[in-house]
């Protein structure tokens, strides 16, 4: 087929010319491919998959049969905009009720989001010119870094260390980067080291955005999502977080609710002022039912207490199960994340140079699915929303992967 002139048009953030070209395969496509190939070369075999990064149960009933009654009102056909004010209300409630963040206006300094992916994606508009700098933390989620490329930004990453309790050292960055960085991205409890902050660290946060005058952009997915008696926190509970920065939360994880696509933004009244502006020219919008259901779920956190529960129970069996196979794994205070370091290798088997060698391993030869992290230590991540069916069948799948892998003598 003759080459498109179409070829010639794609922008320079994607390939230019290039697009759809390059033989790279991302991580995320081989650790697919490589459940397939599993998949195709062992059908009998169940896929035991604690790569999964979303919950594995429904939203609660009580969510469920709210948008089935809003769904049919009338008033709820149209475009939502930035509305509707109800939404609002109940967050700066649960932020109060649920953080204990007290004078969060719900008219000026919080607006809905379809998805804390889209407020992320959203964000770095508001802010970034060319050769501005968003400092990120790695591994982690990359939207908001690469919506800073595209604009004409840049990225500068600070790893995730295990000897600094996974927390970034912001004493690291030298004196340009912090000249020049508008905005600095985090995200506790952490995907994917599943570590928490400490109200300590949020204090030099705080800190350094005043000394340095960055603005500071929490992801708080799994802030709710907390076990073993640790309370949740959030950076806007910190005094003077609100006049740095905002928080940006998802009822995806902590109810339920991936697919539904709703949460909000709080915080600093002008960055959401700005941030409402871009959104108003990107979306019209989350659909007004699912907001009505959004409500529900804030004005009831035993919910989320409930599924955190679960987490916990599973977190234990895991890291029971993977301490025996001889790994250090260690519970997180929150989230459905485990992070453990990868092997070097098998006893008079293979050696694995990277976590995606020994991810890899895992998938093809014991049909058991993680995600790998190579950019700060070789680390693999479990999660604990693998599928199954009640205590007893979570047992049994802790059973299945110590069967598999304790015929193997892994080398650290």
Do not use: C
Request: aromatic share 10%; no cysteine; glycine share 8%.
């Amino acid at each position: 087929m003759t080459e498109s002139y179409i070829q010639q048009l794609f922008a320079e953030r994607i390939g230019g010319n290039q697009y759809g070209k390059s033989n790279e395969i991302y991580k995320f496509e081989k650790i697919k491919r490589a459940k397939a190939e599993a998949r195709k070369n062992y059908p009998d075999v169940e896929l035991l998959d604690l790569g999964v990064g979303e919950p594995d149960q429904m939203a609660d009933q009580g969510v469920i049969e709210t948008l089935y009654q809003a769904a049919q009102k009338l008033e709820n056909r149209g475009y939502a905009d930035n509305g509707g004010r109800d939404l609002k209300v109940a967050a700066s409630e649960y932020l109060k009720n649920v953080f204990g963040v007290d004078g969060i206006d719900p008219d000026k300094e919080i607006v809905h989001v379809i998805g804390a992916k889209s407020a992320l994606s959203m964000l770095p508009s508001a802010f970034i010119n060319p050769g501005d700098i968003t400092i990120m933390t790695v591994p982690g989620y990359p939207i908001l870094g690469t919506h800073t490329k595209w604009l004409g930004g840049k990225v500068v990453n600070l790893p995730l260390l295990k000897e600094n309790n996974f927390l970034p050292d912001l004493d690291s960055l030298d004196a340009e980067t912090r000249r020049k960085a508008k905005l600095l991205y985090l995200n506790y409890p952490n995907n994917p080291t599943g570590a928490s902050a400490t109200r300590e660290f949020f204090e030099k946060v705080v800190q350094f955005a005043k000394e340095n005058n960055i603005i500071v952009i929490h992801d708080a997915a799994y802030a709710a999502l907390t076990f073993d008696g640790v309370k949740p926190l959030s950076f806007l509970s910190i005094p003077g977080a609100k006049e740095v920065g905002i928080e940006v939360h998802s009822l995806s994880k902590s109810y339920n609710m991936t697919g539904w696509r709703i949460g909000f933004v709080a915080g600093n009244e002008l960055i959401v002022r700005a941030f409402s502006d871009v959104k108003d020219n990107n979306d019209s919008g989350q659909f007004l039912a699912i907001q009505e259901a959004a409500i529900y779920a804030l004005q009831h956190p035993e919910i989320t207490e409930k599924t955190a529960e679960k987490y916990s129970r599973r977190h234990n069996l895991l890291m029971n199960t993977l301490k025996e196979l001889g790994f250090q794994a260690n519970k997180p205070k929150g989230s459905f994340f485990m992070y453990v370091e990868a092997p070097k290798g098998i006893k008079n088997g293979p050696t694995f140079a990277t976590a995606e060698d020994f991810s890899q391993y895992l998938i093809k030869e014991k049909l058991i699915s993680t995600v790998p992290w190579d950019d700060a230590g070789h680390f693999v991540r479990f999660s604990v929303t693998f599928m199954a069916k009640d205590e007893e069948d979570e047992i049994r799948v802790m059973n299945e992967i110590k069967n598999r892998l304790s015929t193997v003598e892994f080398v650290f």
